[in-house]
């Protein structure tokens, strides 16, 4: 992926390929039409660890990341969601305490992908050096001291994708490990924008692979005297499906020329990544049906996807956040309050 340019291909400079956001867009409908772990490791490469270093970075970190994570020579990671703080990231324990020239940073991250096989992990914790304790962004390598990165393993979703923990004891980092251009929320939370465009993108492509791979099977599995696309009941589903994947990539390229012309806001990209991700997870069990009993064998990518999307329906923002997050864009209360 890195030497076909997949990493962060939306990005300007830095010698990155500046593809328009809706080609970025179509680059993830169709890695997920694959597998959704090999978005993720598109999405979490570009959007959460080259993102911010080429958003909020220092030329020196530019120069040092930005080749290497773009050419897939280095793996980054994404460290926000700590055990007991999910969708609320904003009480993170994570900690750092200035230590001479540089910080000592201690805290725990979990559900990371990338995480076992990263060499950058991209590590949002509370400042506590400075008054409020604002939310700073540090680029820990993994291989420095007290830095583990232990895999998760017996998954039965996204199986795909490496996913592990980043464990923080007295890990010391430099001065110069710390992103300079952004300070609090704003940091991470923008990061998680900028992912979860690519994720209602993807959605798409997912679904859109559930569909052919069951319209295909209609046509060519002969009961009664002839293929089952011939009844109603099939032909409905099919119908169904069609409606609904074509109403969601719709969604996503409103946001891409949203983003493309500079006027897209978050509680948008929340609307499409709710509504193309629970679009997935019902599509998927649509053609798994129409697939009868061979639906739930290997042969056949529905069950696969479906088993991603109950992760993908979770990660980035659960269902119910997001929805929450519109609720109040609509009405200006906060349900989180």
């Known amino acids: 992926m890195g030497e076909l340019g997949f990493y962060a291909p939306n990005l300007d400079g830095d010698d990155l390929p500046n593809v328009s956001e809706t080609a970025y867009g179509l680059l993830m409908q169709e890695l997920e039409a694959c597998d959704s772990g090999l978005r993720s490791v598109a999405s979490v490469q570009g959007a959460l660890v080259m993102y911010?270093?080429?958003?909020?970075?220092?030329?020196?970190?530019?120069?040092?990341?930005?080749?290497?994570?773009?050419?897939?020579?280095a793996v980054g990671c994404f460290g926000l969601t700590e055990p007991e703080h999910g969708s609320n990231p904003s009480a993170m324990e994570t900690r750092a305490e200035a230590d001479g020239d540089g910080y000592m940073l201690n805290g725990s991250k979990t559900w990371i992908t990338n995480a076992p096989i990263a060499d950058v992990a991209v590590v949002w914790a509370r400042d506590a050096s400075t008054e409020g304790d604002p939310v700073r962004g540090f680029l820990v390598e993994t291989d420095r001291d007290g830095v583990t990165t232990n895999e998760i393993d017996d998954k039965l979703s996204m199986r795909a994708s490496l996913t592990g923990e980043v464990s923080l004891q007295d890990v010391h980092v430099p001065g110069g490990s710390v992103l300079p251009g952004v300070e609090g929320m704003k940091g991470p939370l923008s990061c998680l924008t900028q992912a979860r465009y690519g994720i209602a993108w993807g959605a798409v492509g997912a679904a859109r692979d559930c569909f052919e791979q069951a319209r295909e099977y209609a046509l060519d599995r002969d009961q009664f005297g002839g293929p089952?696309?011939?009844?109603?009941?099939?032909?409905e589903k099919l119908a169904e499906m069609a409606t609904e994947i074509t109403t969601s990539q719709l969604l996503a390229y409103r946001l891409a020329a949203l983003k493309e012309r500079g006027d897209l806001r978050p509680q948008q990209v929340s609307m499409a990544k709710r509504n193309n991700g629970r679009m997935a997870r019902d599509q998927s069990r649509v053609a798994r049906e129409i697939l009868g009993g061979n639906g739930i064998t290997g042969d056949y990518s529905p069950m696969r996807h479906m088993a991603n999307f109950e992760t993908v329906y979770t990660y980035e923002g659960t269902h119910d956040i997001h929805t929450l997050i519109l609720g109040e864009d609509l009405t200006g209360l906060a349900a989180f309050e």
């Open 228 to 235: 089952i696309a011939r009844f109603q009941l099939q032909q």
């Open 52 to 73: 911010p270093i080429h958003e909020y970075g220092s030329d020196e970190q530019k120069d040092r990341w930005l080749p290497p994570l773009a050419s897939g020579e």
